[in-house]
């Protein structure tokens, strides 16, 4: 199983990009990750012939992502305000 990020859900379709490759990218029906996944969720998933076998949500590596960026927003928000002053 690899790890994937759910990069967008349109119609009832999610985009998932392959985390240690982002350019491979797999279109899967929501109703196939696990509940309650969103758009930026981390899941570990087994995908063959473009269909998920099994997935799992990775709760922990989400929230660890989701702080990073955000930790990375702030510093430029900080940039910015020195810069303007």
Avoid: C, F, N, W
């Avoid at 702030?74 to 810069?83: I, S, T």
């Amino acid at each position: 199983m690899k790890l994937y990020t759910v990069d967008s859900i349109t119609q009832g379709l999610a985009r998932l990009l392959l985390r240690e490759a982002e350019q491979v990218q797999h279109v899967v029906p929501v109703a196939d990750l696990p509940k309650g996944t969103g758009e930026g969720d981390i899941i570990e998933a087994e995908i063959v012939d473009g269909q998920i076998v099994r997935a799992l949500s990775k709760p922990d590596e989400t929230l660890a992502q989701k702080q990073k960026i955000q930790a990375k927003l702030d510093k430029l928000k900080r940039k910015g305000k020195d810069r303007a002053d």
